[in-house]
């Protein structure tokens, strides 16, 4: 799975502790996922009593992780 984040989701991942591989797993296999603007996609997984939001967009088979909550 190829991957590209934007800076803001750069800064955001390391100041709540979310690495590559989280973020992959919780697009892989979310526990709920929708659709919102501009083609944007809302993926969620409860992950160690944890939720983790990944908000990505897909461009040319590339995940682009706009941000991580």
């Known amino acids: ?3 590209r984040m934007s800076i803001h989701a750069q800064i955001r991942s390391i ?5 590559v591989d989280t973020i992959k797993r919780v697009i ?3 526990d709920s996922s929708e659709n919102q ?3 944007r996609v809302k993926a ?3 992950i160690d009593d944890r939720s983790i939001t990944v908000i ?3 461009d ?3 995940f682009v992780i706009i941000t991580t909550i």
């Not at 100041?15 to 690495?19: L, T």
Request: proline share 4%.
């Open 44 to 46: 969620v997984k409860i």
């Open 1 to 3: 799975m190829k991957i």
């Open 15 to 19: 100041e709540r502790g979310i690495d």
């Open 28 to 30: 892989r296999t979310p």
């Open 56 to 58: 990505y967009t897909i």
């Open 37 to 39: 603007f501009e083609g």
């Open 60 to 62: 040319k088979n590339v």
